[in-house]
């Protein structure tokens, strides 16, 4: 069955503490490439059909209504899952 | 004076709360989260605890459930809520109070009993309190920090809703030292300090008198008695 992505991740002017602590982490380990990390969220909604314009609609609105907080975090992108096996 | 407390799936403090009531001389009564009847209580109460296990955001959830159609109804016309902790969240989450809460700056789960300042007495849950009162009541959470975007902030301060505030230490990062507030017609309060837990002598904070006597949390259930009453 079809999955419509949902991406969210906190707002860039918000401190991330969990995502600081990663950050801190790689430090220790010697990645100095990175310097730092914010974690975000990837929810992965199951369609009961095939993915319409409707359907990707609702999917927004929850996305802004109930999986994220507009308050603290940002919707980064709600797109449908290319099918398993397709080229990306 | 029948003042309902919530139970959703994975509170804690909902007991605390309801032995809170009752010795703050009202009738406490236990609401179901699924059930869509408040019961006919006069207040309400959000305690804390982990609802849904903080999942998608902390009391995100919750603030979902069946009887919370019924709460923001009741809200909406007066009826006294206090939302401690995770009961805080829960009313960010409903949009009853704005603004959210983010996990503490420092990352880890704290807790202390903590100094606030009342900087607004005159709310539904805290009119037995003198203006600028220091109490000291629990704190215990790992996402307490309380923010807002700066035009919110600046409302927040300039309408007096900003009803706690920290005092000597600032335990995690909440913008303004904001530990609660409440909203325009101040009968809904969220705090994230404990009052349920500072209710009784023998277990209470340490005072200055002595241990463990620290009951300055009554008064938020007695004022809502005397607002309620009145």
């Known amino acids: 069955m079809p999955i419509i992505v949902v991406e969210v991740m906190p707002k860039a002017e918000l401190l991330d503490p969990a995502g600081k602590a990663v950050a801190g982490a790689l430090t220790r380990l010697g990645h100095s490439a990175f310097t730092n990390v914010r974690i975000g969220k990837r929810f992965e909604l199951t369609v009961d059909g095939p993915v319409t314009e409707s359907t990707l609609a609702e999917a927004k609105k929850i996305a802004e209504d109930m999986l994220s907080n507009q308050v603290i975090e940002d919707v980064i992108r709600v797109f449908e899952a290319p099918a398993p096996g397709a080229s990306a | ?230």
């Open chain 2, 1 to 230: 004076m029948r003042i309902g407390v919530i139970t959703f799936p994975g509170s804690l403090d909902d007991r605390d709360a309801q032995r809170a009531i009752r010795l703050a001389g009202a009738e406490p009564v236990a609401l179901w989260h699924g059930d869509h009847t408040l019961n006919n209580v006069d207040a309400i109460v959000l305690p804390g605890g982990f609802s849904y296990g903080d999942y998608l955001r902390c009391g995100a959830i919750a603030s979902h459930s069946p009887i919370m159609s019924e709460v923001i109804d009741a809200a909406n016309k007066g009826m006294p809520v206090l939302g401690i902790c995770n009961g805080f969240q829960m009313l960010v989450e409903a949009h009853l109070l704005p603004g959210g809460l983010i996990r503490n700056d420092h990352g880890r789960f704290l807790r202390r009993d903590q100094m606030i300042r009342i900087e607004n007495n005159h709310t539904a849950w805290t009119s037995a309190f003198d203006e600028n009162e220091e109490i000291v009541i629990p704190l215990k959470n790992g996402e307490g920090g309380y923010i807002a975007d700066q035009a919110t902030l600046e409302r927040l301060e300039g309408d007096g809703l900003v009803t706690f505030r920290y005092v000597g230490v600032n335990p995690n990062g909440s913008l303004n030292d904001i530990a609660g507030i409440s909203n325009e017609r101040r009968n809904v309060v969220g705090l994230m300090p404990h009052p349920e837990h500072a209710v009784e002598k023998g277990f209470g904070p340490n005072t200055e008198k002595a241990m463990r006597s620290g009951m300055d949390g009554l008064r938020f259930f007695t004022s809502v008695i005397a607002k309620v009453l009145a």
